[in-house]
């Protein structure tokens, strides 16, 4: 379980594919502490460390984690977004993040405003109901805020030091975004859909 609130960046050493699956070495500040079996979100993404050496850490990605990420475009020198799983005594200074990315989206538009820095992406449209204008969304593993919200399109503001702390200082037009909706809508939606009313017990 993750907060959203981005711990340290870490950067691609190096990826070898085996199979369907693509090992990574990422190097961080933080990869000396973690240990093995550790999960940790890169980019949103839950992964688990397979081995730590010194200043940095392994770990794989399987191909339905490729499916619906943007890991398989990681090379050696992408910057990753870092964050260790929550201390559940601490303070959710985020929202609640799984690390179980949903999809992508793709940045349209960036907006440079007075102290902050507008980003539009469009997403695929099914996901429409699972965002909602002033609510919650991870974005390559960063807690934000919606708003501007369509069917097929939402835009997040971000503060200069988001930008410094994150690899949001590498998105540009055209990107490709992991995203992970809201937990608590996705288990609504799923009580809401016809199924799950189809099978409801009916009330004596």
């Known amino acids: 379980m993750f907060t959203g609130i981005i711990e340290a960046m870490g950067t691609v050493v190096s990826r070898a594919e085996a199979g369907s699956n693509i090992t990574f070495w990422v190097e961080s500040s933080v990869s000396k502490e973690l240990k093995e079996d550790q999960s940790i979100s890169h980019n949103g993404v839950c992964l688990t460390v397979e081995a730590v050496e010194e200043n940095r850490h392994q770990v794989t990605a399987i191909a339905e984690t490729l499916d619906v990420s943007n890991l398989a475009s990681w090379q050696p020198g992408t910057l990753v977004n870092l964050e260790r799983c929550m201390v559940m005594n601490g303070r959710l200074d985020g929202h609640i993040v799984q690390g179980h990315v949903d999809g992508t989206a793709v940045c349209q538009k960036i907006v440079s405003k007075e102290g902050s820095t507008e980003y539009t992406f469009a997403f695929d449209p099914k996901f429409a109901p699972l965002v909602i204008e ?7 593993g960063i ?12 835009t997040v503001a971000i503060i200069p030091y988001t930008i410094s702390h994150t690899n949001m200082r590498q998105v540009e037009t055209g990107s490709i975004v992991n995203l992970e909706f809201d937990v608590i809508g996705k288990y609504v939606l799923r009580q809401l859909s016809p199924a799950a009313l189809l099978h409801k017990i009916p009330q004596l």
């Open 134 to 140: 002033k609510g919650s969304i991870s974005l390559n």
């Open 143 to 154: 807690s934000l805020t919606v708003f501007d919200v369509t069917e097929t399109t939402f």
